[in-house]
């Protein structure tokens, strides 16, 4: 399983970052690069086609300002497509938000919240349980720990009281 994560900027990787971990964390391979849909389209177009051949069935594009990349790596393929609007100034994300959820029909772009990489990364996670018992296993795994976390925290809220 392997997941192609794109940035519009080197800016983004640290917003991107908790993605990659998480890939990774489930044993899932992330090839990360920086490529913009606006300045280098004909590098952004190779790298899709590139990464399907190598062996990529999901993309996370992580992009601020027009916010165009998840919505230009969708035009050039047929796999899932995961959007991330980073925030940026002056509009603080909501430009990116709506630059990645309004696609038009036919080119679907499942968009996070802004700056949600790791749930990006939980998606595609999900996306590749539905054929991988043991990306599903994990996953199980993984919720049931961040259950109990909460409720190690209910207690000592309660605690407090």
Do not use: C, W
Request: proline fraction near 6%; charge should be neutral.
């Amino acid at each position: 399983m392997k997941a192609a994560i794109v940035m519009g900027s080197d800016s983004d990787f640290p917003l991107m970052k908790p993605a990659v971990d998480l890939l990774k964390e489930f044993g899932v391979e992330a090839e990360v690069t920086v490529a913009s849909a606006h300045r280098t389209p004909d590098r952004l177009r190779h790298f899709v086609h590139q990464a399907r051949r190598e062996g990529a069935d999901v993309f996370i594009a992580g992009a601020g300002m027009a916010a165009h990349l998840a919505g230009v790596i969708a035009s050039y393929t047929t796999a899932p497509v995961i959007g991330v609007p980073i925030s940026s100034e002056p509009f603080r994300g909501f430009d990116s938000l709506l630059s990645t959820v309004q696609m038009p029909p036919g080119i679907p772009v499942a968009t996070m919240a802004v700056n949600g990489a790791k749930n990006a990364a939980l998606f595609a996670i999900e996306i590749f349980a539905i054929s991988n018992q043991s990306i599903k296993r994990k996953l199980l795994d993984y919720r049931e720990k961040m259950a109990a976390e909460i409720e190690r925290k209910d207690q000592a809220v309660q605690g407090k009281i």
